[in-house]
């Protein structure tokens, strides 16, 4: 994993389900300081680009049922 920190490699993620936002929006009365960075799922790669230093682009896709096919599209058309 070390050869990759701060490389330009690109993260292209689909997420369709919000599970985890759903797990902490059961109790009402708690008032999450990061819950809308923390569980956004456009987010989603920015997160794990950012924890990986990744430099290259980042895109989460939400396209449904294709989105996992979409996300490796795309990546496959930016090598």
């Known amino acids: 994993m070390e050869s990759v920190i701060g490389s330009k490699t690109s993260v292209f993620i689909g997420n369709f389900t919000r599970e985890y936002e759903i797990f902490y929006?059961?109790?009402?009365?708690q008032h999450y300081?990061?819950?809308?960075?923390?569980?956004?799922a456009a987010m989603f790669s920015n997160r794990f680009?950012?924890?990986?230093?990744?430099?290259g682009p980042s895109l989460?896709?939400?396209?449904?049922?294709?989105?996992?096919l979409n996300a490796l599209h795309l990546g496959y058309l930016t090598t």
Request: aromatic share 18%; proline share 3%.
């Open 49 to 55: 680009s950012w924890f990986y230093d990744f430099t």
């Open 33 to 40: 300081k990061y819950l809308a960075t923390g569980t956004g």
């Open 25 to 29: 929006a059961r109790d009402p009365e």
């Open 60 to 68: 989460t896709i939400d396209t449904a049922c294709s989105s996992s």
